[in-house]
């Protein structure tokens, strides 16, 4: 009895765990540049005194899908769709240097750069600061350049360079932020032919019918092990009002 227990208590475990990176990814189906978490499920046999027969599963997020979202055309000068492999590098709010896809630039009322999520865009020398007063126009190279509105005629200034890294050769992984860190510490180095795309915005990875369908599958996985355990209850009453007949 204890074996037909404990292997529903796992199954039900690996199922809320599974359903929640369902739901965590279908949240994100529409957050620009997410990449979407992949949950691994490992058999691990229990060792102890008797025979090695009984096993759980050990279920954590490993990593996530790396696969390019679509790219939306905005027009918006700020806007910016990494191209190939390349990663946009901010400040994490623990002062780290990490990565994202997400492009969806502001001046933030500091004058600092950052993105969608508030992370400030780090440049040659750290975070961007644009000078107020001034337009910043970002080449495709990811250079910055500023003019003056009230002086339209006059070529741009050149201000700093966005740096895009490229995790090629290095193992990346995904913290709770959403932000992606060089595994054991240290930054990715600056990819000098990185380019981007102006104007566009490279969506979620995520697609919602498929995570929807996931979602239903994992339901019904759960609603069958709920059972398991159901009937492993009648079970051991069944045995015990034996018991008190004899």
């Keep these: 009895m204890d074996r037909l227990i404990h292997t529903a208590f796992s199954g039900l475990s690996s199922s809320m765990q599974r359903q929640r990176?369902?739901?965590?990814?279908?949240?994100?189906?529409?957050?620009?540049?997410?990449?979407?978490?992949?949950l691994a499920m490992t058999p691990m046999t229990l060792e102890g005194p008797g025979l090695e027969v009984r096993a759980a599963n050990s279920t954590e997020v490993r990593g996530a899908?790396?696969?390019?979202?679509?790219?939306?055309?905005?027009?918006?000068?700020?806007d910016i769709a990494m191209e190939g492999n390349v990663m946009l590098a901010v400040q994490a709010s623990?002062?780290?240097?990490?990565y994202t896809r997400r492009g969806d630039l502001n001046i933030a009322a500091s004058g600092l750069l950052v993105n969608g999520e508030g992370a400030p865009v780090v440049g040659e020398g750290g975070p961007i600061t644009i000078p107020p007063g001034r337009e910043a126009i970002i080449a495709p190279d990811g250079q910055i350049l500023l003019r003056d509105p009230a002086t339209p005629d006059v070529p741009p200034v050149r201000l700093d360079r966005i740096k895009l890294a490229s995790p090629a050769g290095t193992r990346?992984?995904?913290?709770?932020?959403g932000l992606f860190r060089v595994f054991g510490g240290g930054v990715l180095p600056g990819d000098e032919e990185g380019r981007v795309m102006v104007g566009a915005l490279e969506q979620s990875n995520v697609s919602a019918t498929e995570v929807l369908t996931e979602m239903i599958e994992a339901q019904r996985l759960f609603d069958i092990r709920t059972k398991l355990v159901a009937t492993a209850r009648d079970i051991d009453e069944g045995g015990a009002a034996l018991m008190r007949i004899t």
């Design 21 to 38: 990176v369902i739901a965590s990814n279908m949240a994100n189906a529409q957050t620009i540049g997410f990449r979407a978490d992949l």
């Design 65 to 78: 899908n790396m696969k390019a979202g679509s790219v939306n055309r905005t027009g918006r000068g700020l």
């Design 94 to 98: 623990d002062g780290t240097e990490a």
């Design 172 to 177: 990346i992984e995904k913290g709770l932020d």
